[in-house]
């Protein structure tokens, strides 16, 4: 008798200490949830498990052993989608040996201990995209990631995200055009202007397409190509100035592209076309004044309420940071963009679910929906205000950051 | 009894040897010892160690020395097993950017880093000082695919065989050091790319035309030669575990100083670590490492990278790793048969027992007590240094 | 007759002419009433719903149950708020070039180099700014002397406020030299200006002695370090590094100088001695720094007005044009107010504090009566960033309107003709 009560207490001891292992809930209770995919929800709950986002909404039962994280009265929304982010990787962002260099692919060259991912991820931001640097042609394929994990493969959201290419005339600066001297370096040698860039760009396509017509042996390069041709990977075009603009338009129509504009600092000079030939832009870095900015010799036209005007026409526009490690902060982004005109809502979706659609990672990040991943910003008061802190971050359904109580010093 | 018969057997052959032969090699020496640090059979107090014809006859505490050897009286002293400096690039150059980094090309795999080796080079005797017996001698971090390291003991004095190892692998680099402004690549993703391509093209290889560069990196796929791949920090090592994973690479981590964060991952895939020298200046957080790395099941071995860096000092790295987490008998192991058996010498070299080569270091103390200095340092039964007193 | 009907016709032209002048001229009104949704007063408490009565561009009164004579013109203002125009302490844009060559200039003066068209001040304006003290930059030991401007005025002369004001003295060595060399140059200078003085004055006491006449003055280019040294202008000490700023305490004691500490942002760190100082700062334009704690390799946002703010510092803000936001005043208090500064205080580190610092808080800087009629009048709160200055009012008159900024138009609207051709070709 005695041996079974034993037993029993024996089993019901491991019981409690070996219990099936429930994935533990958290529940965030917050004076205002915005969730950007549907109306602000007052008072609600959001409940996540596992890394996500279970259930959302008012009088939702919360599950005894759940954690329970009270927002009181701050503003929850999602975490921040940066389409176009200051890399997270060391050393040079391209490959330089080539102008075209479509195989680079800068996932493999991520440092998932970067400065850059530590600050920004205090700014709310919980996705970003990264592409090669801009001194390519054809930079090669950018990648999603979150700012966590050890190793990049951990940090990896999709991979092989988008192929850059980049028809300003960054792509010119270190070349140094062969004339009377022997080349000594791979930096003699072309594109020193704006044909040559477009040229390269045609001449890269089109070998790419004869390479799909026939036989030989496959060049990797172009193999990434083709599957761009056929739009198995997005295309993101850098252009600022209206007429590399309407250049990338003339090859996209030449090939049948489906673009993606980066920068686009003169959008607005043509919003029309952009809404009708529904291409998406992403906005950033934000300039106050036109001429040569930096070391570009190209001046712009700017107008401080590109992102207004080209989301009125009915342009899908993102706020992004446009790779500037100073600019990290695109939630002072999106005020920005709402004092110079923007609608509220839309700039509030431009930081959250038209990257992520852009990027094509809606699916998991840009709002706060059932089943999407649990990446939640708590913010001190209205978002789009300048005085509002960030006071925690959640990604994947962990806190990685809280603001230490009191002031910061 | 069987001892006796031996030993006399032995006299008669080392006296009819003394004969034949000129020189000490031929004469048994017995080294009396205060503390023996065999590394395999642990701690012999107060012992002998009988060296004859360069190799380890015996060791115990009542070895019997035989008649006629010379008796090396270190009592009071510690013996070890010559240290083996598991990557360094001493003897190679004047200059510190010298003859270790052939840096014309990316890829330089055909490249024998013997061939550059100066034996009598300043930085060998201080080596050999400080109780350094084999090193592996290999290339720099800024190939990408660099040349082939060497495993060689210090001791050239005499016709031997010192060389253990002239292709004992071949050297990669995965760190950012590797990467030059007007040289392919200039890029991590480059670097990436390009070494890939190699391994691409080696497995690819027919074998049909004379390709020295193929052919070795052909072994390598094959694993049939060890990768040495350079990888410092988390991201470089995550690289380094992904293309060992792709490739299927028999592979060892150079200089993997950040090894720790991601040990769980290196042990997993039983990767051992060439670990990166600690010096005296270097930051607490880093000290603590190598601790770690070992705790979590990880084989690592100490290298100097001299001279690329102050150390030459090889104990150095393991009473300062001793000090901060790593528990002394690893320290020990990781000067002397850890390396070995990384460097596939373990039949040979990384302790003192029966059979092995006698390289041996003697202290005049514990040999993780930083005030201990090295005494004697003998390779194949040869003294090589000794200690003079001011 | 003819010629009669011809006169009178052209001096009825000349009247109706001389009538309409006078009737369309701007007036430079004599008594004004302000009635404003809120007034940020700075001095005291806020006022809602207040009237600000002006007379010759001087405030007369501010309250809610002030009376407003029949003959006041009336501004509306009943959906804004109006508070004291921005003061800048500090800044050396404006300029053509902001350093001189040479170490050793303390007789230069900003004066000759402000540039009334640069876009600088047409921004500072469009913001609210309505006095900044123009320096010399960091790169020179002994910079030259500044001078106070509105932004507001075709030539310099129409923009000055004050003419003589602040002299720049930059611990940051130039290039080349290292600091030990820069510090001895400064008291060098200042060794070798004592002895000239001693010598001047030994000559003047002769002079007199012998009852001759007197008429040396002295030495031009020393006569602002001398002015300097007699208190009679201030030193804006510019350190780069924490290191600096034991120096210039060093150098405001040593002469007993009336000095602003303008700082680098690496200054922070020595926050507590300025505060045992007790002298007033500029801050960087740069209010975030980023550090890495050695131990969790974390990286750790450092606020720098808050560090201030804690250690008991009185300062205020400078701005660039460096990233969003950084180019508004307004903006530089909001961000100290995000990180727990009050408002109040944030508020006053833009227009009272810098006003004190350069000597022309009797003025301007707060709402107050007897001050000068200089005010803002914005579409919401200032620490807002959807509020616009709508007006700028500059002793009484209005100096800039909103409605009427063409360039601001053409920056946020969309252009009008839009030249989109229909097809790519």
């Known amino acids: 008798m005695r041996i079974y009560v034993i037993l029993l207490t024996f089993l019901l001891l491991v019981s409690v200490f070996v219990a099936p292992g429930r994935a533990e809930v958290t529940a965030i209770k917050a004076g205002k949830i915005l969730t950007i995919s549907g109306e602000p929800i007052t008072d609600g709950i959001i409940l996540v498990e596992d890394g996500k986002i279970v259930d959302i909404g008012t009088g939702i039962e919360i599950p005894e052993d759940a954690v329970v994280i009270d927002a009181g009265k701050s503003v929850v929304m999602p975490g921040l989608v940066d389409a176009s982010a200051a890399a997270p990787v060391r050393g040079d962002l391209n490959e330089q040996s080539s102008e075209i260099t479509p195989t680079f692919r800068i996932s493999d060259a991520l440092d998932p201990q970067s400065k850059a991912l530590k600050r920004v991820v205090q700014m709310g931001v919980t996705t970003l995209f990264v592409s090669p640097g801009r001194q390519n042609v054809i930079g090669g394929l950018g990648v999603v990631v979150k700012p966590t994990g050890k190793i990049p493969q951990q940090m990896i959201v999709k991979d092989e995200a988008a192929l850059r290419i980049v028809m300003d005339l960054d792509s010119t600066e270190g070349n140094r055009i062969p004339r009377y001297q022997a080349p000594t370096t791979f930096y003699y040698r072309r594109p020193g202007t704006r044909m040559a860039i477009i040229w390269m760009l045609r001449k890269s396509f089109f070998d790419a397409q004869q390479q799909a017509d026939s036989e030989q042996a496959e060049d990797p390069n172009l193999a990434i190509l083709s599957a761009a041709l056929k739009d198995e990977i997005p295309i993101h075009v850098n252009a600022r100035r209206a007429i590399v603009i309407r250049a990338a338009l003339k090859v996209a129509d030449e090939y049948g592209l489906k673009l993606i504009l980066q920068e686009c600092t003169e959008g607005y000079k043509m919003a029309g076309q952009l809404a009708e030939r529904k291409i998406p832009v992403v906005l950033g870095p934000f300039y106050y004044y036109p001429g040569n900015i930096g070391q570009y010799r190209e001046g712009r036209k700017v107008n401080w309420n590109n992102a207004g005007i080209l989301a009125e026409a009915g342009v899908k526009v993102a706020l992004a940071s446009g790779g500037q490690s100073g600019a990290i902060d695109i939630l002072t982004a999106a005020t920005f963009a709402v004092r110079h005109g923007m609608d509220r809502d839309e700039a509030l979706k431009a930081i959250t679910i038209t990257p992520a659609e852009i990027l094509g990672v809606a699916d998991r990040v840009g709002s706060l929906e059932k089943g999407k991943d649990a990446d939640i910003v708590i913010l001190s008061g209205d978002p789009l205000n300048v005085t509002t802190r960030v006071e925690k971050v959640i990604l994947n359904g962990k806190t990685v950051y809280q603001q230490t109580s009191g002031e910061t010093s | 009894m069987k001892n006796r018969r031996f030993l006399s057997f032995l006299v008669i052959l080392s006296s009819s040897f003394c004969l034949a032969s000129s020189g000490s090699e031929s004469q048994v020496l017995a080294i009396r010892a205060g503390k023996i640090w065999t590394l395999t059979d642990g701690v012999i107090t107060n012992g002998v160690i009988i060296v004859n014809n360069g190799k380890i006859q015996a060791v115990g505490e009542d070895a019997e020395v035989p008649e006629g050897a010379k008796v090396l009286d270190m009592s009071g002293k510690n013996v070890m097993p010559g240290m083996i400096d598991a990557h360094c690039h001493i003897g190679l150059s004047l200059d510190i950017l010298g003859e270790m980094d052939e840096t014309v090309a990316a890829v330089a795999a055909d490249m024998q880093i013997l061939d550059a080796f100066n034996p009598h080079a300043d930085d060998v005797r201080k080596a050999l000082r400080s109780g350094v017996t084999t090193i592996m001698l290999a290339p720099g971090y800024r190939n990408p695919v660099g040349g082939q390291p060497a495993v060689v003991k210090l001791d050239t004095s005499k016709a031997n065989e010192w060389v253990l190892k002239r292709t004992a692998g071949v050297e990669f680099s995965l760190m950012n050091q590797a990467l030059m402004f007007d040289r392919e690549p200039t890029s991590r993703a480059g670097l990436i790319e390009l070494v890939k391509e190699e391994l691409d093209q080696a497995k690819a290889e027919k074998g049909d035309a004379f390709n020295p560069r193929r052919e070795v990196l052909k072994r390598v796929v094959d694993a049939n030669l060890p990768a040495y791949i350079w990888a410092h920090n988390v991201d470089e090592i995550a690289s380094a575990m992904a293309i060992i994973d792709e490739y299927n690479l028999n592979a060892v981590l150079v200089a993997a100083g950040q090894g720790d964060e991601v040990a769980d991952m290196i042990a997993k895939r039983n990767l051992p670590v060439i670990y990166p020298p600690l010096l005296l200046s270097s930051k607490d957080k880093d000290l603590k490492r190598a601790g770690r790395m070992a705790n979590s099941g990880v084989k690592l071995a100490f290298a100097s990278l001299a001279p690329k860096t102050d150390l030459c000092d090889l104990r150095t790295s393991a009473i300062l790793a001793a000090k901060y987490g790593l528990d002394k008998e690893t320290a020990l192991r990781s000067l002397t048969i850890n390396a070995a058996e990384i460097l596939g010498v373990a039949d040979r070299l990384g302790s003192i027992s029966e059979g092995k080569d006698a390289d041996l270091v003697i202290l005049n103390g514990d040999p993780l007590q930083l005030a201990s200095s090295v005494e004697m340092v003998l390779i194949n039964g040869n003294i090589v240094y000794q200690r003079q007193e001011e | ?425």
């Open chain 3, 1 to 425: 007759m003819k010629s009669r009907s011809h006169i009178t016709f052209v001096s009825m032209f000349l009247i109706g002419f001389a009538i309409s002048t006078i009737a369309y001229a701007a007036p430079v009104r004599k008594k004004l009433a302000v009635e404003a949704g809120r007034i940020i007063t700075i001095a005291g408490k806020d006022i809602k719903n207040g009237v600000i009565l002006i007379e010759d561009g001087t405030i007369k009164a501010v309250g809610t149950d002030v009376e407003i004579p029949w003959d006041a013109f009336v501004i509306e203002a009943k959906d804004q708020v109006v508070m004291p125009g921005f003061v800048m302490a500090h800044t050396s844009d404006g300029l053509d070039r902001a350093n001189e060559n040479m170490p050793e200039v303390p007789f230069i003066s900003t004066f000759d180099s402000i540039d009334p068209i640069s876009t600088f001040f047409e921004d500072s304006l469009r913001d609210g700014v309505v006095a900044m003290l123009v320096l010399p930059g960091n790169n020179t030991l002994l910079g030259g002397t500044g001078t106070i401007v509105k932004p507001y005025g075709r030539t310099v002369e129409a923009m000055l406020i004050k003419r003589y004001a602040g002299l720049k003295i930059s611990l940051q060595p130039s290039q080349n030299t290292s600091r030990m060399g820069h510090m001895q140059r400064f008291r060098r200078y200042v060794s070798d200006l004592k002895d000239y003085l001693e010598e001047y004055e030994q000559r003047k006491a002769d002079a007199e002695e012998e009852k001759k006449p007197f008429d040396e003055e002295i030495d031009v280019t020393k006569q602002s370090m001398v002015d300097l040294l007699n208190k009679k202008l201030t030193a804006f000490i510019y350190c780069s590094r924490a290191a600096d700023v034991p120096k210039a305490i060093e150098i405001q004691k040593t002469h007993e100088l009336n000095t602003v500490l303008v700082l680098g942002p690496d200054c922070y760190k020595a926050a507590g001695l300025i505060a045992k100082s007790k002298l007033p700062v500029v801050l960087d334009s740069q209010l975030i720094v980023w550090e890495t704690n050695e131990q969790t390799n974390e990286e750790e946002m450092k606020v720098i007005p808050m560090i201030f703010h804690k250690a008991g510092v009185k300062f205020a803000f400078q701005t660039d044009t460096s990233q969003y936001g950084r180019r508004y005043l307004w903006y530089q208090a909001a961000t100290a107010v995000k990180h727990g500064m009050k408002r109040e205080e944030a508020l006053k580190s833009i227009t009272l504090y810098p006003a004190q610092f350069i000597g022309v808080d009797n003025r301007l800087g707060s709402i107050e009566t007897g001050k000068e009629a200089t005010l803002i009048f914005l579409t919401g709160d200032p620490l807002d960033a959807q509020s616009w200055v709508d007006q700028v009012m500059i002793a009484g008159e209005i100096v800039y309107e909103r409605a009427k900024d063409e360039r601001l138009k053409k920056l946020l609207e969309p252009p009008l003709v839009i030249q989109e051709p229909k097809d790519t070709d």
